[in-house]
């Protein structure tokens, strides 16, 4: 990267493709302490916890403390709202987990659930998912926070606003039994919540959504998209914008969800893993990821470059974006239903302006909910930016070279003059051959020379451009500037 009031970062690398639970006394079974915990005399929700144990909620441990800081699960939660707006307490048969019975009564009445038995698996987010379905409302994590605190069963954890609720932080066994007494005292009862379609069985869902699920539940759930783009697989990406914390893709085919993305939080996954897994844990939990994927009578090798994998989950094959510089964690999702995976056969060197156009303003929705995931800014699009980035694409595609200065030695900063843009500090990212804008994208961001800098760096303006053809099948610039 040279910095001179104008930065430019190394070109990228080429790539081509793409428990036993700790539970309560009695597993869960309320009422055996009456309240007498050796360790809530100074603590905010003790009225709280002492009526919540008098109700018959819950319980403390065998040692006489009630842990009101502990991180509760989801099993735990499920069980408290049970007995505190439903039928009570519901006794499991002999051989049965002492949670079955909960989880029954729920899957009856179609809440949203994570199925992960863990603590350290369970959120506030999921929380206000859970509650809000529990009263008749299926709705995505940020409508589902602002629903809790519209009705006033939560005050939020910092502020009263979706950004104060934190729903990424665990649940605590004191704010649990606080949610349940502020909606017991409002006289709530417990609801069915509308069904979803069947969708198919890969056990993975983004903001309550399913693949298999219908345009018309995807509009109930999420509402009317904020653009629509092509996509690489020929069916349509509805384009979910408007909070870049959850900025989601949803793909449709014949009324039909066919794909998803997500690069926020709220998203289920079977077996443990969540958006809070690393990828040594999602590989500790699903095993060794696919190395090829048969489409036809062709096996299409996957490289994946270290940040990023794919599983076969039943009908569907399911990519983890990681960020490897952020503990490896999650930082992406991406449902395919297989039968559309395995027809597109060969992606690069698709044309066509539409998919340019959608790669081009996928690349700024990515970055910028990268930015806003840490509080940074958003990029403002600029058409000039664009253009010149653009061309740069298509001049490396028709000449034959990857590089950031073009044949007649300009660099990035000699072309954005040279178009007429004014700035005081200017950025380059490049790359060739990648699958599409989210390859692209996951690529620069565990770039370690340069690139992520460029995407979560002090910029405040941003262009894109997109070229398909040549040795690598597509090129991509993005260019990001300050006016001067």
């Not at 019975?101 to 659930?113: C, D, G």
């Not at 990406?237 to 909070?243: A, G, H, I, K, L």
Request: glycine share 10%; aromatic share 10%.
């Amino acid at each position: 990267m040279f910095i001179r009031l104008k930065a430019i970062a190394a070109k990228t690398a080429l790539t081509l493709c793409a428990i036993m639970l700790l539970t309560p006394t009695h597993a869960g079974a309320a009422g055996t302490n009456n309240g007498a915990f050796t360790d809530i005399k100074q603590h905010w929700a003790r009225q709280t916890i002492e009526w919540a144990a008098s109700q018959g909620i819950a319980d403390g441990y065998e040692n006489g403390a009630f842990q009101p800081d502990g991180k509760v699960s989801e099993p735990e939660f499920l069980a408290m709202l049970i007995r505190t707006l439903g039928p009570g307490e519901v006794l499991a048969g002999a051989s049965d987990p002492w949670y079955k019975p909960y989880y029954v009564y729920a899957q009856e009445k179609h809440w949203m659930l994570t199925q992960a038995s863990g603590a350290d698996s369970y959120n506030r987010g999921h929380v206000a998912r859970l509650m809000a379905s529990a009263l008749g409302h299926t709705l995505p994590l940020t409508e589902a926070v602002q629903y809790l605190l519209d009705e006033g069963l939560s005050q939020g954890k910092y502020a009263a606003s979706v950004e104060g609720y934190a729903s990424e932080e665990s649940l605590t066994r004191a704010e649990a039994v606080q949610f349940l007494r502020n909606a017991k005292e409002q006289g709530l009862v417990l609801k069915a919540a509308p069904e979803a379609p069947a969708g198919l069985q890969s056990g993975l869902q983004a903001r309550g959504i399913s693949l298999g699920d219908s345009a018309a539940y995807v509009q109930a759930v999420l509402g009317e998209p904020d653009r629509k783009d092509a996509s690489i697989y020929g069916f349509e990406w509805q384009v979910f914008s408007r909070d870049l914390r959850q900025y989601t893709l949803v793909g449709l085919r014949d009324g039909k969800v066919a794909g998803l993305y997500t690069s926020g939080t709220d998203w289920l996954a079977p077996g443990g893993v969540s958006a809070n897994s690393s990828k040594a844990q999602v590989t500790g939990k699903w095993g060794e990821p696919l190395s090829r994927i048969l489409k036809g009578n062709t096996w299409y090798s996957l490289q994946n470059a270290g940040y990023s994998q794919v599983f076969e989950r039943d009908d569907a094959y399911v990519t983890f974006y990681y960020d490897l510089q952020n503990e490896g964690q999650i930082s992406g999702m991406k449902l395919v239903a297989k039968a559309e995976e395995e027809q597109a056969a060969s992606r690069n060197g698709q044309s066509g302006d539409l998919l340019r156009e959608a790669f081009e303003r996928e690349t700024l929705d990515l970055a910028n909910a990268e930015r806003v995931k840490r509080g940074l800014a958003a990029l403002l699009w600029n058409d000039t930016a664009a253009a010149v980035a653009r061309a740069h694409s298509s001049d490396m595609q028709s000449n034959g070279y990857f590089a950031h200065d073009d044949q007649s030695g300009r660099m990035p900063w000699d072309r954005a003059e040279d178009a007429g843009l004014s700035y005081r500090l200017f950025a380059e990212n490049i790359a060739a051959g990648q699958t599409d804008a989210l390859a692209a994208h996951y690529g620069w961001l565990n770039s370690t020379t340069g690139h992520r800098e460029n995407l979560l760096g002090s910029n405040t303006h941003f262009g894109a451009g997109v070229a398909f053809g040549g040795k690598f099948g597509v090129y991509y610039t993005e260019n990001f500037y300050t006016p001067s």
